[in-house]
């Protein structure tokens, strides 16, 4: 786990780093970066994802998936959900956003709602929060005994499904077409979060369902093998957060069919990639569900809107 000796000054360092979209001096980034060499790098064929393994996630994980893992800081399994399941969750969420499109839901417990346009030029949700809580079809997704096989992957005791915390069951929904407010989004961890707040790094995964089929021509996500386990350093200054969207020769692009899940390290740098292709083609949906420990911090109407989505709006 990563121990910051000065908690607050980084606090303040990653707030001016998204206030101004940059990081800090490229010469405070080579001080704190460690060789490349530190993280393993896959063969370069396996940046078309035709070699790394596709688990199958069973009540509990195999030792090669822990390995694997704890070595490279994510899984793919498939599949996990059925063709029909898959559409019944896509059919959930239609019927979600019809209900946020026709009260004007602007925000879920603090958390703003990304509206776009579709193919058709018809408004659509392209980014949900706390989906599951505004639909019983996806609520009960989340109780499915399979995800209870990830929680030792976060080291510590009392894993549990965040579907109440941090922005509960987050649905992105990605389409490259005029008037898209959501078409990629560029380098980051999902850590950074906990430093905007001065806290200790908390360990958590960030689980995926894709429900759509995604080749690695046609843009989707990448990850960078093994950076879960860099410093705080790297972890600030590697990339340019969000802003950052371009190819890293050590990336790693993530082929799905629907149905796959994914689990990734939220410490690991990672980015979806716009699809060079227009129109429906371009349509990527996926479902993400934060797996965390320690104190429960559940969200409200109340709950104020998290300073780091201040920022969603760049995201493009």
Sequence with gaps: MVICPNLSVVAVAAQQAINSCEVVSLLI???????????????????????????TLGQELTAEQRA???????????????????????????????DWLSNKVEKVNGVPIKYGKDVDGSPIVQRFAFASQHSPVLHELLQDPRFKAL???????????????????????YVNVEG??????????????????????RPMLNVGLHLDGTKATNGGLRVIPGTHRQGLGKMLFRKKYYKDVFYDPNEIAIETEPGDLT????????????SPLIGPASRRRVMYVPIIGGKYQPKSDDSPTPFYLRFLHLVK
Aim: cysteine-free.
């Design 29 to 55: 980034v080579k001080k704190h970066e460690a060789p490349e060499s530190d993280f393993p790098r896959f063969h370069p064929s396996m940046t078309a994802l035709s070699e790394y393994p596709r688990f």
């Design 68 to 98: 694997f893992f704890a070595k490279h800081g994510f899984l793919h399994f498939r599949p996990f959900a059925s063709p029909e399941q898959v559409q019944a969750y896509l059919a959930a969420t239609q019927q979600v956003q019809s």
């Design 151 to 173: 929680f030792p992957l976060l080291e510590i005791k009392d894993g549990r499904v965040g579907e109440n915390e941090r922005d509960g069951l987050v649905v992105n929904h």
């Design 180 to 201: 898209s407010e959501f078409s990629q989004m560029g380098w980051h961890t999902d850590s950074l979060r906990d430093v905007f707040y001065g806290k200790r790094i």
């Design 263 to 274: 689990v990734h390290d939220g410490r690991m740098w990672h980015r979806v990639a716009q």
